[in-house]
């Protein structure tokens, strides 16, 4: 199965600052790899994702970069806003029992300090 | 909300009782899925459904018992609980089992188990 490893577990910024956060999996058959934000007391929700074939996908503010031969990606937010501030997970899909599926990294809680 | 709804929002319960949680998705997703969440732990993939078949149950308790009656609704049958068992219950869809779609989260029933 798939082990998933996600780091910093905590990581404070200074508002306007850069935050990055890296996820190693261990399936190099996985080929889908989405970051998932869940604020205090709420869902997690979907920020962005990249397939296997792309190598960088941009979004605002928010960016993934994924190195497959390495077996890392990493989630950027550029110019942090305190709305930033909220646990953010991992989640490669490769394979687990019968079927692909999404494996969550231990999340990141990120503190956007103003 | 986001599609995904889920009932109740929170629940205590005793550990001789029987509950069942409830999600709905009205997304015409195919896939549907049980996670748990603890406090300080990641988030715990249970049980999996495509096309109301089961297709995967990750050594979960007998005492968890899921029930996918068509493909908008799943539920998740509770009785003799241990306290431990208290936490966040998660229902996800996704468009399908296989291929890239990310999962939409409903937004949870905080359980617990006195």
């Known amino acids: 199965g798939e082990n998933v490893e996600q780091h910093p577990s905590t990581l404070s910024v200074q508002e306007g600052d850069s935050a990055v956060i890296k996820c190693t999996y261990s399936?190099?058959?996985?080929?889908?790899f989405p970051w998932y934000k869940q604020e205090l007391g709420k869902r997690p929700q979907l920020i962005i994702d990249i397939r296997s074939n792309v190598g960088e996908k941009k979004d605002q503010r928010i960016a993934v970069t994924l190195n497959k031969t390495a077996k890392h990606f990493s989630l950027h937010i550029t110019e942090t806003q305190p709305e930033d501030s909220a646990v953010y997970f991992c989640?490669?899909?490769?394979?687990?029992?019968?079927?692909?599926?999404?494996?969550f990294g231990s999340g990141t809680q990120l503190t956007v300090l103003p | 909300e986001t599609g995904v709804t889920q009932t109740p929002r929170h629940l205590v319960m005793g550990m001789t009782n029987k509950k069942s949680l409830k999600c709905e998705q009205h997304l015409g997703h195919n896939a549907m899925y049980w996670y748990k969440q603890s406090a300080k732990k990641p988030l715990e993939l249970m049980f999996v459904y495509s096309l109301e078949e089961r297709v995967e149950n990750n050594s979960v308790p007998s005492r968890f018992s899921p029930e996918c009656p068509n493909s908008s609704h799943l539920f998740l049958h509770l009785h003799t609980l241990q306290p431990e068992d208290s936490a966040l219950y998660l229902c996800a869809s996704s468009q399908a089992l296989q291929g890239d779609y990310g999962y939409t989260f409903g937004s949870g029933t905080r359980l617990t188990v006195v």
């Open positions: 989640a490669p899909k490769g394979v687990r029992g019968s079927a692909r599926q999404l494996t």
């Open positions: 399936d190099s058959a996985s080929n889908y």
